[in-house]
């Protein structure tokens, strides 16, 4: 089971029958991210909200990759964790 398409590799995750690591999905969250939307611009979390602070790093932290070369990472990453997640 391969995707080729950004909305293939978004579907092939929700098959995903194990839960990859949380950098796994860090690392799955910034790609989604940085393909859909660009650089992040948004306003970091404050306080103790530890979780939305790793996203919105692990986003920030792809600043000025291209939308395109994002998607491709995205789509690379999603078929190799399928290999050992479906």
Do not use: C
Not at 15 to 30: C, D, I, M, V
Not at 36 to 63: H, I, M, Q, S, V
Request: proline letters at 2%; charged letters at 30%; aromatic letters at 10%.
């Amino acid at each position: 089971m391969k995707a080729n398409t950004l909305e293939e590799a978004v579907a092939l995750t929700k098959k995903f029958t194990s839960r990859p690591s949380n950098e796994e999905l860090l690392k799955l969250y910034g790609l989604y991210k940085q393909a859909t939307e660009g650089d992040n611009e948004t306003e970091r979390p404050g306080g103790f909200d530890f979780k939305a602070a790793a996203k919105y790093n692990a986003w920030l932290n792809l600043k000025g990759l291209s939308k395109e070369e994002a998607a491709n990472q995205y789509l690379e990453l999603v078929n190799k964790l399928a290999a050992n997640h479906i």
